[in-house]
Structures are given as C-alpha cells and as structure tokens.
C-alpha cells in the first residue's frame, strides 16, 4: 500500500483486515462506545470477502458527560440515549471529518468512493450514518447496527444530496440501551433524505444490544450485493 498513514490519525493505529486478492473495495467500520477496534475487526473477519479490505479504526479516549465523565474511547461526547438528548454537534461533527480523511486517504490510493462502505455498531453506527449522509461523495453503502441518526433534526437540509445510498439497519427486538423502536424512528427519518427504496430495516427477535450470526450474514450479503468482485 502506498500514501502516508501518519497523515491519517485515525488510519495509523487502525486494525485493517486484509483481503486475500486484489482489493478493489473498503469497508470502514466503527466500533461502538468504550470498545475498540479490535473486536470488530475479529467479528469481520468472520465474514472475509477476497476483494475487500476492512478497516477498523479506533476512536480516542474522552471524557463522557453519560458515564460521569469518565475517559473512554468514544467517537464524540454522549449526553443522554432518548432521541430527545442534547448533543455534542461540534464533536459529531469533528469525528465524521476524521473519518471522511479515511475516504479521501482510500480514495488517493485508488479505491473508488462507489466502491467504499462505511459502517459501526451503537455510536459507531450513528457516526457512519452521518458521515456518509454529509459526505461529498456518493459512497457504496452504509451497515447502521443498533444505532441511531446523529442530528437528525438538522436533515434533510444537512444531507449532501445523494439520494441513492444503500442503508443496511439491523437492530435486535431486546435492545436496552438503544430500543428497536429508536431504529424504527431512524429508518422512518432516513426515508425522507434518501431513496426509501434504499433503506433496509431488520430486527432480531432475543438479540441484546450486540451483533448475532445471522445479522453478520446479511451484512455479508449486502457487502457483496454492492461491492461484488469486478
């Protein structure tokens, strides 16, 4: 791989999945609050295609207001869990242009932004959903796991405008910490700024706030439906 990572904060202490050939697409995945990249880097290797890299950044520790603001690896401050919370707009914001620096940084080395797919589980589910939302480029898709659209007060309006971006949401049925219906809110919203043909909302009957095998596969599925080997 050429390009200089160092430029890339995020980017040089990522845990990157490799694919087995020629990588023609990138998935960028962005773990949840107080985790770390590693673990879903684990999660997807299960779920390896030869052509795809995957790419699993780490968010840096901050003070988080939810958590008595104690330190932990967060993508931006959390101030409460109801779609009615406030919010840390500069820090949503700040985060989505680091992980835009990823794209641009995939992109110079030449993967393709039709050919990169951003997603995350909880927070980092939320980012990716906003970062592909406001980016400049038309992205392959989004995987949103048990998450929620950050700011969705300020969309449609804040929306770059692509309106054919395929978006996987998956949610389990007995999430505590961010409720399935919060998901259903969030496709209901996404359907007014992209596409509602592009938007996927499946639930998990038993499945806590965490990720299952069959959900694992249909993100599979949806890697491979718009980012087939070429």
Same mark, same amino acid.
């Given at each position: 791989? $050429? ?31 107080? !985790?770390?990249? *590693? ?31 104690? +330190? ?11 779609? !009615?919370?406030? /919010? ?8 989505? !242009? ?7 940084? /995939? ?5 393709? &932004? *039709?050919?990169? +797919? ?11 959903? %906003?970062?592909?939302?406001? $980016?400049? *480029? ?13 700011? *969705? ?12 971006? &395929?978006?996987?949401? $998956? ?13 259903? +809110? ?11 043909? +592009?938007?996927?909302?499946?639930? %998990? ?6 990720? $299952? ?12 439906? %718009?980012?087939?080997?070429?």
């Amino acid at each position: 791989m $050429c390009g200089n990572n160092m430029s890339v904060p995020l980017l040089a202490e990522a845990v990157t999945v490799s694919g087995m050939e020629k990588e023609t697409a990138a998935v960028i995945f962005l773990h949840g609050l107080g !985790d770390s990249g *590693h673990g879903w880097a684990d999660t997807l290797t299960g779920i390896q295609l030869p052509h795809v890299k995957f790419i699993c950044p780490h968010a840096p520790p901050i003070p988080v207001t939810l958590n008595m603001n104690a +330190m932990m690896p967060a993508w931006f401050d959390l101030k409460g869990l109801s779609p !009615d919370s406030a /919010e840390d707009e500069s820090g949503i914001k700040k985060a989505a !242009d680091n992980i835009k620096a990823i794209i641009e940084h /995939e992109v110079k080395n030449g993967i393709p &932004p *039709h050919r990169i +797919m951003l997603g995350g589980f909880s927070q980092g589910g939320a980012l990716s959903l %906003y970062t592909a939302l406001t $980016c400049q *480029h038309q992205l392959a898709g989004v995987v949103a796991l048990s998450c929620w659209l950050p700011l *969705h007060r300020s969309f449609p309006s804040a929306s770059s405008g692509h309106k054919n971006i &395929p978006i996987l949401q $998956c949610h389990g049925e007995m999430d505590g910490m961010i409720p399935v219906r919060f998901g259903g +809110m969030t496709a209901e919203k996404l359907k007014t700024i992209v596409n509602p043909q +592009m938007i996927t909302f499946k639930t %998990y009957p038993g499945l806590s706030h965490s990720s $299952c095998p069959q959900e694992m596969a249909t993100v599979k599925e949806f890697i491979e439906k %718009y980012m087939p080997r070429v």
